[in-house]
């Protein structure tokens, strides 16, 4: 079964605007990763965060981690046309396997 | 990029007949990773390896077999194809256990 779900499936916003995408996952991690897939294309890391870290900044994007609600959020600032791409979010199962959820596909309108 | 490449990157295949997918790196990372990537179902891990000859299976590993010989390759074999397994495979590789894992640019793999 999955181990990260992500939420929503599916967003459409403009250019400019802010996206938000949340995941949930079931067992205890060591960190939780986001990712970005380009139709087509292999994933690209984006953001680690530590089970112990709560905020994470990168350029446009921030990752939030709650450990007590098994849940994070990927935020993306100022959005441009070259982010539309699917994300998604993996943990470890506190192993070392990286379980990926189903992805939210954003779609960004110029 | 990181150093990791699939090969084929495309393949037709007939139902019953065997299939090896390979994927090299570069970069001496320990951990390599196979997934298969499906409309609806994300990224499932088919199998996976902590060293050479080290390997374990992930979440869909029926019908799949794989094997390392060597830190650089990691081979993932259909024994017998089907079409079930129509698909998109990625091969992952990360440096540590728990660090960023990079990915090739996937194969794309049709059973007739």
């Known amino acids: 079964s999955q181990q990260g779900e992500e939420d929503p499936q599916a967003l459409s916003i403009q250019e400019g605007e802010n996206a938000t995408m949340n995941c949930s996952y079931k067992?205890?991690?060591?960190?939780l990763q986001w990712y970005r897939q380009n139709s087509g294309r292999g994933l690209v890391h984006l953001i680690l965060?530590?089970?112990?870290?709560r905020e994470k900044h990168s350029g446009r994007l921030r990752v939030t981690l709650d450990t007590s609600k098994k849940s994070s959020s990927l935020l993306i600032t100022a959005s441009r046309a070259a982010d539309t791409a699917s994300y998604f979010c993996a943990t470890d199962e506190g192993t070392y396997k990286y379980i990926f959820g189903t992805g939210t596909r954003l779609k960004v309108l110029a | 990029d990181a150093g990791i490449t699939q090969s084929p990157r495309h393949k037709v295949t007939e139902t019953g007949t065997p299939v090896t997918l390979r994927c090299h790196q570069t970069e001496n990372h320990r951990y390599m990773y196979w997934y298969r990537q499906d409309p609806g179902h994300g990224l499932r891990l088919i199998h996976y390896?902590?060293?050479?000859?080290?390997?374990d299976k992930g979440e869909v590993s029926d019908g799949y077999s794989v094997s390392r010989s060597k830190t650089e390759d990691f081979l993932l074999t259909l024994e017998s194809a089907t079409s079930s397994q129509t698909s998109v495979y990625f091969c992952a590789i990360s440096e540590g256990p728990h660090t960023e894992a990079f990915f090739g640019q996937g194969t794309r793999l049709t059973v007739v």
């Open positions: 965060i530590r089970s112990n870290e």
């Open positions: 067992t205890s991690i060591n960190n």
């Open positions: 390896s902590y060293g050479v000859k080290d390997t």
